[in-house]
């Protein structure tokens, strides 16, 4: 069975899991997706994976793993990262390495719509704990510090540049 949604990502409801992906056509076509991975591993960045019995979705991996539990205490917006083996996310395929993703207990959405006012969007890479982790910095949000000192590690933040969801660095 296949749903209809205007949505790009992978949507949850009590039974199934399903991905949703742009055609060729631009129209969205939902599949009844199987979760076969348990790990974050830099095989599988953009895929969800179980772990603790818990889904979560692969945002990133660079020697470490950069995901994100699918529950209410995360919700919000992340940046996934395209690495050269998922080139292709939702079926949006570009030159550009990072895509907005709106993550909920049930969804992960490329959020085609995000705008924070600026030019630029700020992620915190490191987070202070794994699920602040590649999460957009809104305003008001901390920066980064070097422990409890009021030193900003500037190296933990990334500036992107996007365009419906879909971002480079400047």
Known sequence: MNIETDDIGYIIDEDNIYTCSKQSSNNIICKKYTISETSCTSNNIGKLFIE?????????YSNKEYSVKLDEANNGNY?????????????????????????????????????NGLKYVYINKEG???????????????????????????????????????????
Do not use: A, Q
């Open 52 to 60: 603790d019995e818990k889904i979560s979705i692969c945002l990133n």
């Open 79 to 115: 940046v996934l990262y395209k690495s050269s083996t998922t080139n292709e996310i939702f079926g949006t395929s570009n030159n550009k390495p990072y895509v907005i993703v709106t993550v909920n207990e049930n969804s992960v959405i490329l959020n085609t719509k995000y705008s």
């Open 128 to 170: 202070s704990s794994v699920s602040s982790m590649y999460r957009i910095m809104n305003k008001g949000d901390s920066c980064p510090k070097n422990g409890n000192s009021s030193v900003i590690m500037e190296e933990n933040i990334l500036e992107l540049e996007c365009d419906n969801g879909i971002c480079s660095e400047p």
